[in-house]
């Protein structure tokens, strides 16, 4: 199977990703652990970071420009809009105003120090603001060449076909995993569609290996149960680009490997069996 994806049919991009949310933002030795851990994925080859304003209220974008800017050619770094404080130190809720979509694209572009979000992703659809004003929104700062594509993050099926009404939706980011497939009718519908589906909490936590049957897939192939599971999606569809996080450089280094293993069609078999799913035979 291909080891990259072309997002959108023009971000290029290896499909084994990382997720920027754990690291630590805060001043310290944690946070020269985390540049250096965000450095460390670029130079394995790491071109799709994900992080989002919610992180830290951006300061997790602002460590990826500390850790990464200028950013090297083919690096896509996308982020997510969308959940906002209530107030100054209030609750973050869903906020999918206009006003509230742009100002959190104008901070990102600031931290991240870019011009252009090449993918801007839609954190969560608010349910107390139309969705033609939600997407209209990134349709209109996509004309103004501030973001370039747009992808939707927790949506089901059919709120995905009624945002490809109105716009060009080109990845979606769900929670799925080994053992989690409640979104399997979404992945499915992304494959169909060519959508890239960026799973979120692709390694349970790193709890895969309390499973027996992942934990003998794992030995058999001498990998770490966490291989196992981004291996198994890996190999669960051409669209599927998981974004491990980690704030650990042999997780992050373990991770990356898994794009090496190689399962055998009877340990997919019994791997696809966990969770009671079964994928499907088009894809
Ligand atoms: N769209 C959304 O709503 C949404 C929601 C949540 C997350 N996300 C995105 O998805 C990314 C991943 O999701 P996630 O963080 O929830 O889940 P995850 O990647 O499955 O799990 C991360 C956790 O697993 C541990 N871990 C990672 N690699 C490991 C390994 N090789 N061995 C043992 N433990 C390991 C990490 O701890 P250590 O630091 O100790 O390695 C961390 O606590 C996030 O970074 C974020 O970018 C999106």
């Known amino acids: 199977m291909a080891s990259t994806f072309r997002i ?32 460390r994925a670029v130079e394995l080859g790491v071109t799709l970071i994900d992080t989002a304003h919610l992180y830290g209220g ?59 979000i090449d993918l801007l992703q839609l954190h969560r659809i608010d349910p107390e603001t139309p969705l033609a004003d939600q997407l209209g929104t990134l349709r209109e700062l996509q004309a103004e060449g501030l973001v370039g594509r747009i992808g939707l993050s927790e949506v089901t099926v059919d709120e995905l076909e009624r ?3 109105l716009v060009d939706v080109v990845s979606v980011q769900n929670r799925y995993n080994l053992l ?20 979120w909490r692709p390694v349970a936590w790193g ?25 198994w999606l890996l190999d669960r569809a051409p669209v599927v680009l998981p974004i491990p996080g980690t704030a650990r ?25 966990l969770a009671g799913g079964a994928r499907a035979e088009s894809v």
């Open 8 to 39: 959108g049919g023009d971000l290029d991009v290896g499909r084994l990703g990382f997720g920027a949310m754990h690291l630590p933002t805060g001043p310290g030795p944690d946070r020269d652990n985390a540049l250096a851990v965000a450095r």
């Open 163 to 165: 945002a490809r009404e």
């Open 58 to 116: 951006g300061a997790n974008e602002e460590l990826l420009a500390e850790a990464l800017h200028p950013y090297p050619e083919g690096l896509l770094i996308t982020t997510k809009v969308g959940v906002a404080r209530t107030g100054p130190g209030g609750d973050w809720k869903l906020d999918g105003r206009p006003e509230i979509l742009r100002d959190q694209v104008r901070q990102a572009l600031r931290r991240l120090r870019m011009e252009r």
């Open 180 to 199: 989690d497939r409640e979104h399997e009718a979404v992945l499915d519908a992304c494959a169909a569609a060519g959508i890239a589906f960026l799973p």
């Open 249 to 273: 450089i042999e997780h992050l280094e373990e991770n990356l490997a898994a794009a090496d293993l190689k399962l055998t069609p009877a340990q997919r078999d019994r791997l696809d069996g």
């Open 207 to 231: 709890s895969t290996g309390a499973e027996a049957v992942v934990a003998a897939v794992a030995a058999e192939l001498g990998a770490r149960p966490t291989q196992v599971a981004l291996a």
